[in-house]
């Protein structure tokens, strides 16, 4: 299926590793060209290297913390400078920390609410312009299972990335006759860094070791194991794609059947 994604040019914040390097791979193997932002300078340009020398793709890599809005604005024009406009927007960023709601502090709330929730409606503020003036776009982002169904000890991440659902599914309903569709999709169990890395912090609290408390993961999911970048990555090219023209204000799981609701 050729997914009309040849000459798009696509955002991916925090797109040096896990799902996002995952969806920047994918988008270029369909010819699209790349502009990336993540923290770590060294990272990002090794990984807009890799991704240019595997796919022949267009990466432009532009260090940024998206819960800054100046350096934000700093990566969408640095990508309408280069390509001279951007199709496709992938908000994406860290996780913000586990916890409960009596272990978190009032600037964890803040800082977690800046990187989870202002940051995404910041990169859609920034390129909708653009969108708008060409009748054409695409916003995704990448948010969890949690909102569909809460995860035990992620407070910040049940929270917050629910807010970012409501604020996605009323803009799908504001730009949807200028040709722009905004979708979420939802990452299960996903092997990447972030889950190994909270796979370790929780089995240091139940005493056991990293891999014995994945398998717990594992026995929850009706597919028995956890789910692959590529996977993923799969299925958010297609929600940006030119087929999938008149899907809007969705929220796609990509969990193996974790979530046991009916919608």
């Given at each position: 299926?050729?997914?009309?994604?040849?000459?798009?040019?696509?955002?991916?914040?925090?797109g040096?590793?896990?799902l996002g390097?995952a969806v920047?791979e994918?988008?270029?193997?369909?010819?699209a060209?790349?502009?990336?932002c993540?923290?770590e300078?060294?990272t990002l340009?090794?990984v807009?290297?890799?991704?240019a020398d595997?796919?022949?793709?267009h990466v432009?890599?532009?260090p940024a913390?998206?819960?800054d809005?100046?350096?934000i604005k700093?990566?969408?024009?640095a990508?309408?400078?280069?390509?001279g406009r951007?199709?496709i927007?992938?908000t994406?960023?860290?996780?913000?920390?586990?916890g409960?709601?009596d272990?978190?502090?009032r600037e964890?709330w803040?800082?977690?609410?800046?990187l989870?929730?202002?940051?995404a409606i910041e990169l859609?503020?920034?390129?909708?312009?653009g969108?708008r003036e060409q009748?054409w776009g695409?916003?995704l982002?990448i948010t969890?299972?949690?909102v569909?169904q809460?995860v035990?000890n992620?407070?910040?991440?049940?929270?917050?990335?629910?807010?970012?659902?409501?604020f996605?599914?009323?803009l799908a309903n504001e730009v949807?006759?200028?040709?722009?569709?905004?979708?979420n999709?939802?990452?299960?169990?996903?092997?990447t860094?972030?889950l190994?890395?909270l796979?370790?912090?929780?089995?240091?609290?139940?005493?056991i070791?990293?891999?014995?408390f994945?398998?717990k993961w594992?026995?929850?999911?009706p597919?028995g194991r956890?789910?692959e970048p590529r996977e993923?990555a799969a299925?958010?090219?297609?929600?940006?794609s030119?087929?999938a023209s008149?899907?809007?204000?969705?929220?796609?799981?990509?969990?193996?059947?974790?979530i046991?609701s009916?919608f």
């Amino acid at each position: 299926m050729d997914l009309g994604l040849k000459n798009k040019t696509a955002l991916i914040a925090a797109g040096s590793r896990g799902l996002g390097r995952a969806v920047a791979e994918e988008l270029a193997a369909e010819g699209a060209s790349l502009v990336i932002c993540a923290r770590e300078q060294q990272t990002l340009a090794e990984v807009a290297a890799t991704i240019a020398d595997n796919t022949g793709a267009h990466v432009l890599a532009v260090p940024a913390d998206v819960t800054d809005a100046n350096q934000i604005k700093r990566v969408v024009d640095a990508g309408n400078d280069r390509f001279g406009r951007i199709d496709i927007l992938i908000t994406n960023a860290g996780g913000p920390p586990a916890g409960t709601f009596d272990q978190i502090t009032r600037e964890q709330w803040e800082d977690a609410m800046r990187l989870t929730l202002f940051s995404a409606i910041e990169l859609a503020r920034q390129v909708l312009p653009g969108m708008r003036e060409q009748r054409w776009g695409r916003i995704l982002n990448i948010t969890s299972i949690a909102v569909k169904q809460p995860v035990e000890n992620l407070m910040l991440s049940n929270s917050l990335r629910a807010g970012l659902t409501g604020f996605a599914r009323t803009l799908a309903n504001e730009v949807a006759a200028q040709g722009i569709t905004v979708n979420n999709i939802l990452p299960g169990y996903t092997r990447t860094e972030r889950l190994e890395e909270l796979a370790t912090m929780m089995a240091e609290k139940q005493g056991i070791s990293a891999s014995e408390f994945a398998s717990k993961w594992e026995k929850e999911i009706p597919m028995g194991r956890l789910g692959e970048p590529r996977e993923f990555a799969a299925v958010a090219a297609f929600l940006v794609s030119e087929r999938a023209s008149y899907i809007t204000g969705t929220s796609v799981q990509v969990d193996g059947g974790w979530i046991r609701s009916l919608f």
